[in-house]
């Protein structure tokens, strides 16, 4: 129900953009997160989103770099990703909260997963 895409091969600068495109209902009420998982490492936060995109959480480890935003309309999220490190590679996964949860940053709490799209920002 979540379809992830937009990873790549990109070098040490570059950029890309990430989208999550939502089916079989609408997700436009509900917090729709950023993880990243990176080989051998557990799956972190990168970012979240309110249902009404007015409020948004970054990771320190991406703050000014990332931005994240919604397009209710398309059913659709995205991360725009900046200034890529090598250290930024990792599978990324989009994810929805149905229940809005104070702990929007665990992955515990996401209740739809989408199935990943990899990253690899090179030296």
């Known amino acids: 129900q979540l379809q992830a895409s937009g990873g790549g091969l990109v070098q040490a600068g570059g950029s890309l953009r990430l989208s999550c495109v939502a089916s079989?209902?609408?997700?436009?009420?509900?917090?729709m997160g950023w993880f990243r998982q990176a080989p051998g490492k557990e799956r972190d936060v990168v970012a979240t989103?309110?249902?009404?995109?007015?409020?948004?959480y970054y990771a320190d480890s991406v703050k000014g770099r990332f931005t994240i935003s919604r397009d209710n309309a398309k059913n659709t999220v995205y991360l725009r990703m900046n200034s890529l490190k090598p250290e930024d590679t990792a599978v990324y996964y989009c994810?929805?909260?149905?229940?809005?949860?104070?702990?929007?940053?665990?992955?515990?709490?996401?209740?739809?997963w989408g199935q990943g799209t990899l990253v690899t920002v090179s030296s």
């Open positions: 994810a929805a909260d149905l229940s809005s949860s104070a702990y929007y940053t665990r992955p515990t709490v996401y209740d739809y």
């Open positions: 989103i309110s249902w009404s995109g007015t409020r948004t």
């Open positions: 079989g209902r609408t997700f436009s009420s509900y917090v």
